[in-house]
Nanobody
């Protein structure tokens, strides 16, 4: 089972940017998809973005469309989430996970039982 480590979170003012990284102990090429999820206090975990390993297709959810971008480093061991124009409602713990989303059907599986999950990185956006 792959070990995932998220990084890049922090505090930023509204309108600012952050880039999150998800590093894998193995290669992400071994998995069908890699997704970013987030969980705000008192709310359920939700999908944010998804990357297909085979064809590099991506999907981002409506809540972040036009502001967030998911990509993979050429070494296939790191997945990025570029977050621009951040809003206070983006404040959450962000997680990456393997095989927990599906680009073609725009489906996310935010339950920890699917795939491998990292420990998360906190993103705080102040108004």
């Amino acid at each position: 089972q792959v070990h995932l480590v998220e990084s890049g979170g922090g505090w930023v003012q509204s309108g600012g940017s952050l880039r999150l990284s998800c590093a894998a102990s193995g290669t992400f090429g071994d998995y069908n998809s890699i997704g970013w999820f987030r969980q705000a206090p008192g709310r359920e975990r939700e999908g944010v973005a998804c990357f297909n390993s085979l064809d590099r297709l991506t999907h981002v959810t409506n809540a972040v469309k036009g502001r967030f971008t998911i990509s993979r480093h050429n070494d296939k061991n790191t997945i990025y989430l570029q977050m621009n124009s951040l809003k206070p409602e983006d404040t959450a713990v962000y997680y990456c996970a393997t095989d927990s989303c599906h680009v073609e059907t725009e489906t996310y599986y935010p339950i920890a039982g699917f795939g491998s999950w990292g420990q998360g990185t906190q993103v705080t956006v102040s108004s």
